[in-house]
């Protein structure tokens, strides 16, 4: 059946060509021979038909002019038409010249009819897109014509007009893509852009009304019903006065995903979303070195630990754009492990993908998937990291981030490995937490494997960075859900600031600085400036159409165990080194003391059996000697 309407489809196209063919070369002879072919002259157009008909359907057959849907002709098919139609005729020309010397035929007729069935295709072709994107649903073509014509004034009375604010390349696309989509009841009615030379001229005869901050009385005039921002690479300052200006007009509002959102660059419709606070954040646009990144994992086996975490499920859907040959997730957390394995397999179902469940405390799961899959390279982001948590019981983080951490490194170096990355914090930043000095332990471990080791395989990378946004844990799904609740919001203290990025934003970079490394280095991402936790508890507020303090309290609860107010990204004495990418900053080594570490490690060991907590805290100190307690640190 499908082979049947596909052939029937392509005779009907052929059938309408050769009539439009015919009729162009008949019409240039009228026109040629003032409306009078005599009999001579009727005997060259019969001769000179079939040739032409053959000639011209080789050559649009050669374009790809039978392949397209003529619903969706775009500008590249009119220029293939072109391209086909003056091929075709140089072909005919060049062929009575050299069979008659084009004896008894005119030269003009054929610039005619050149012209003719330039005209004649393309105006048949939009006339079918015309169709059918000015009713899809109609069954008469007079009646779609005649809806089309009022689709085109834009009189449908059960659309929501909308207003579209940003009048660039990004507003310009949603303009079309709401235009040729005759499903989405919208109609827009205006654009809006800060830019004074864009306002007054038009996009597609639709106006730029004016700037932004007049989106309320636009919004009156032309009585518009929702907004549309189509912004991505705006930056937190402007986003939020994007978002107050839309609030104050009354109307709703949506956005498209920001840059750093859109890996690949596409945009569409189905894109757009409701406003969140990563748009308030606003992160700058990466750049990656999509060359080096694909030098180390295409056609790679690639393993990552904490698979279905935030980070790691992250890193996993990234990974799989440069194409490796297999990916094992590995992940203790069954839900978690499932979830990311099916989205996967949906979304890149040509790439091996292994789910592991298992545990990096287990030592023999540890060596059996390495054993097994034998993987290149390793990013290795299974940790425990909820701090308060981890202050009342600190054996675990002893256990999971040190030791787990050990497990991996030493599976690495016994597989071949090629590349390990680590994925750590912060926190490891002058610790004041159990979670903070473990994860510092576990880098001096990773950092010193290429000083130790000199004839080990891989090449032993960290990589730092500070807190992202709607990771498991963070704070902004706690804000959310008490926002939902009434209030208040909970808050520790009114001065407390942390770095923030995205989680998408971070993972590219943990794939750059992966590509990077040499071995031996701790690489830093840029995290911007600090964010006040107060300030993103009033921003997520009012973007809930609230106002703080009135409708919902925000309430201060103290310093949690463990806290600190301010999050730092170097230690005293680490030599930080710029790099070739701009949000990527390296640390100098440090010198290799893992023969004296191993002693304190076993102790470690021994006082996270016993789940001794003092006895924790006293090798912590040790181990990292800038550990102490929150009261300690001068910040």
């Excluded at 939902?484 to 808050?491: K, L």
């Amino acid at each position: 059946m499908y082979l049947i309407e596909k052939y029937a489809n392509l005779f009907i196209v052929v059938f309408i060509d050769i009539l439009i063919f015919t009729g162009a070369l008949y019409i240039a002879h009228l026109v040629r021979f003032d409306l009078e072919i005599t009999a001579d002259k009727w005997r060259l157009f019969t001769n000179a038909l079939p040739v032409v008909l053959f000639v011209k359907l080789i050559l649009f057959y050669l374009f790809d002019l039978y392949r397209g849907m003529w619903r969706y002709t775009s500008i590249a098919d009119l220029i293939n038409i072109i391209k086909a139609a003056t091929s075709s005729t140089l072909v005919i020309v060049f062929a009575l010249l050299l069979s008659n010397r084009f004896e008894g035929f005119s030269r003009s007729v054929f610039v005619i009819d050149w012209l003719l069935t330039i005209l004649m295709v393309a105006g048949f072709r939009v006339g079918v897109r015309f169709y059918f994107e000015g009713i899809r649903e109609e069954k008469s073509p007079g009646t779609a014509f005649i809806n089309a014509f009022n689709w085109i004034r834009n009189q449908s009375k059960d659309q929501k007009k909308l207003l579209i604010i940003g009048a660039g390349d990004c507003g310009e696309k949603m303009y079309r893509e709401i235009r040729d989509n005759g499903r989405l009841q919208y109609q827009v009615v205006g654009f809006l852009d800060d830019n004074p030379v864009k306002i007054g001229k038009k996009i597609h005869g639709i106006p730029v009304l004016g700037s932004v901050d007049r989106i309320k009385a636009v919004a009156e005039r032309v009585a518009a019903d929702e907004a549309l921002i189509s912004m991505p690479s705006a930056h937190g300052r402007q986003m939020r006065r994007i978002v107050e200006c839309c609030k104050q007009s009354g109307i709703p509002f949506k956005t498209v995903p920001s840059m750093r959102e859109l890996i690949d660059g596409r945009l569409s419709i189905n894109a757009i979303r409701e406003v969140a606070y990563r748009d308030l954040l606003g992160r700058e646009v990466i750049r990656l070195d999509e060359n080096r990144i694909g030098a180390y994992l295409r056609d790679q086996c690639v393993l990552v630990t904490g698979a279905g975490g935030s980070i790691g499920s992250e890193l996993c859907r990234q990974i799989l754009r440069f194409c490796p040959k297999m990916l094992v997730l590995f992940d203790r957390g069954e839900n978690a492990l499932y979830e990311i394995e099916m989205e996967l397999r949906k979304n890149f179902p040509q790439i091996r993908i292994i789910p592991l469940l298992a545990d990096v405390q287990d030592v023999a799961q540890v060596n059996f998937a390495f054993r097994k899959y034998k993987p290149q390279t390793v990013f290795h982001a299974a940790a425990y990291k909820h701090v308060p948590m981890l202050e009342s019981q600190p054996w675990n983080p002893v256990k999971n981030n040190i030791f787990g951490t050990m497990n991996v490194v030493e599976a690495a170096r016994n597989f071949n490995v090629e590349q390990f990355v680590f994925v750590s914090t912060d926190k490891a930043v002058r610790p004041t937490n159990f979670m903070g000095a473990s994860k510092r332990v576990a880098e001096i471990i990773v950092q010193n494997q290429n000083a130790c080791f000199p004839g080990a395989t891989p090449r032993f990378v960290c990589v730092r960075f500070g807190n992202v946004v709607g990771s498991a844990g963070s704070v902004i799904p706690l804000f959310k859900k008490q926002i939902r609740e009434g209030g208040p919001i909970t808050v520790t203290h009114s001065e407390m600031t942390r770095y923030f990025m995205m989680i998408p934003e971070a993972c590219q970079l943990i794939l750059q600085a992966g590509g990077m490394g040499k071995g031996g280095e701790i690489f830093l991402l840029d995290m911007g400036e600090p964010v006040r936790i107060v300030d993103m508890a009033t921003d997520l507020i009012r973007l809930s159409g609230l106002v703080p303090d009135a409708d919902i309290k925000i309430e201060y609860t103290g310093l949690r165990p463990g806290e600190k107010l301010y999050e730092e990204l170097i230690t005293a004495g680490e030599g930080i080194q710029p790099t070739d990418h701009e949000k990527i900053m390296v640390l100098k080594g440090a010198a290799c003391d893992l023969d004296e570490m191993r002693a304190k490690l076993e102790i470690l060991t021994a006082a996270a059996e016993k789940q001794d907590t003092e006895a924790i805290r006293k090798i912590f100190r040790e181990l990292v000697p800038e550990f102490h307690s929150p009261e300690e640190v001068v910040n």
